[in-house]
């Protein structure tokens, strides 16, 4: 895989880790619940169980990534392409269920399908 398609990959799984830590660690601060569309409070609530256990499949999807980058070789680059390819599916997935939220999945989808692109071109 080239240098350049790395690099797409290791964006990817760093924002990964980072919408994890938002998701999981920090969903209860309304600066943080507000990005995800949540009103307030009470809603925020509802939803922390949902976000803690998505926080974590955003988790696993970054450790695939970056994983298989450290693993190299055709196996761990069939890994972490793999891993951006389910995260480029996820953001297709989000702006397909909240038109809204076309800013947050092309942030989500953009780098993984970059790297998927770059791999096969590069």
Request: glycine letters at 8%; aromatic letters at 10%; charged letters at 10%.
């Amino acid at each position: 895989m080239s240098v350049v398609a790395q690099v797409f990959v290791v964006v990817a799984g760093l924002f990964h880790v980072a919408i994890f830590v938002m998701e999981s660690l920090l969903f209860r601060k309304p600066s943080t619940y507000r990005r995800f569309l949540v009103k307030d409070d009470a809603e925020a609530a509802v939803a922390k169980p949902w976000a803690f256990n998505q926080g974590f499949y955003n988790l696993f999807l970054a450790a695939g990534a970056l994983g298989g980058l450290v693993v190299g070789g055709d196996k761990g680059h069939a890994i972490a392409l793999f891993s951006c390819a389910c995260m480029a599916g996820a953001g297709l997935v989000l702006v397909a269920s909240d038109r809204r939220m076309v800013q947050a999945a092309a942030t989500q989808a953009l780098p993984p399908l970059a790297a998927i692109v770059l791999a096969a071109v590069l």
